[in-house]
């Protein structure tokens, strides 16, 4: 199989455009960093001039929003209910307090020893009004949301659509792990190295999986941490109590019909720990949870993975 890829910095990660055809990588990516751009500027909690910056700055007010925060606010409430909760966008005051109120680039370099921190429960995801007919949001008074657990995977599936249509060919986008197809898929499959890390080289040690529909994604506890006086912190909270999650798992990849699917499932597995391999096994949900010591579980029958 011949192809052709391109990476690039979006959504504060790498983004990866792969096409089938090498032609069609040019326009391929050029649909894809369009895509992005607007994802950023309606869903990032970091900028200042952000859909979703001002419309927290609205709490307690109706507020008419664009087309991609409303989509995007839509898939993180379906997310939330799909999970009981577990997957929560009301988490952005838990986030901030916790100490991730910047870009992580910018957390991971600042000097956390004096970092005082604090712990709040989320849970008023049931409270978020959206009217589909005004195209209109209301959140609780008190409210910040963060669209981290559920928009970069919607872009992934959205970039990978935009991807495949511009460049005329199957694609796939990966934006820092989370995994979508586009399109024909190439014989055998889209090779997936999987590991702890998104940014592993692509001729790393691990496990390969051939993904042939739907998308993937990992939520893992190792990378994104920080630290505040001699603790260190993680950033996938549980909403029921503002806390890094307590969790036997390092990393859990899940394949779904969607990104946005993997995603939501793989981030509620970390919150729920012990439970999550009988929560994924009823759901049908195919998934790898590797705990701290990098024993691997297979769930839901997980795809063979091969050298």
Same mark, same amino acid.
């Given at each position: ?152 995977? +919607?872009?992934? &599936?959205?970039? !990978?659509? #935009?991807?495949?249509? @511009? /460049?005329?060919?199957? =694609? $796939?986008? *990966?934006? %820092? ?15 997936? +190295?999987?590991? &702890?890390?998104? !940014?592993? #080289?692509?001729?790393? @040690? /691990?496990?390969?999986? =051939? $993904?042939? *529909?739907? %998308? ?92």
């Amino acid at each position: 199989m011949t192809v052709a890829s391109a990476s690039f910095r979006a959504l504060g990660t790498t983004a990866t455009v792969c096409a089938a055809e090498p032609e069609a990588l040019p326009a391929a990516r050029a649909a894809v960093e369009r895509l992005l751009g607007e994802v950023d500027r309606a869903c990032s909690r970091f900028r200042p001039d952000s859909e979703l910056a001002r419309l927290n700055a609205s709490a307690g007010r109706e507020t008419t929003v664009g087309g991609m925060l409303f989509g995007a606010l839509r898939a993180a409430l379906r997310a939330a209910a799909a999970t009981g909760g577990l997957v929560d966008p009301t988490i952005g005051r838990s986030l901030r307090l916790a100490g991730y109120d910047r870009r992580y680039e910018q957390v991971r370099a600042r000097d956390g020893r004096s970092l005082r921190v604090a712990f709040a429960p989320a849970g008023r995801w049931r409270e978020v009004e959206l009217s589909e007919e005004r195209r209109t949001v209301r959140i609780p008074a008190g409210v910040e949301l963060d669209l981290g657990a559920t928009a970069k995977a +919607l872009a992934a &599936d959205l970039a !990978a659509r #935009a991807a495949s249509a @511009a /460049g005329g060919a199957g =694609a $796939l986008v *990966s934006l %820092g792990g989370d995994v979508a197809l586009g399109g024909d898929v190439p014989a055998g499959g889209w090779p997936v +190295l999987l590991a &702890d890390d998104h !940014a592993a #080289a692509p001729g790393s @040690a /691990g496990p390969v999986v =051939a $993904l042939r *529909s739907g %998308g993937l994604a990992s939520s893992s506890t190792t990378v994104r941490r920080w630290r505040a006086g001699c603790v260190r912190l993680h950033h996938i909270l549980d909403p029921r109590t503002g806390r890094p999650a307590s969790t036997p798992w390092r990393t859990v990849t899940v394949a779904a019909a969607s990104c946005l699917d993997a995603n939501t499932a793989s981030t509620a597995a970390v919150v729920l720990g012990e439970q999550a391999p009988a929560w994924l096994a009823e759901r049908g949900l195919p998934a790898r949870l590797v705990a701290a010591r990098g024993c691997a579980l297979h769930v839901a029958g997980w795809p063979a993975e091969v050298a």
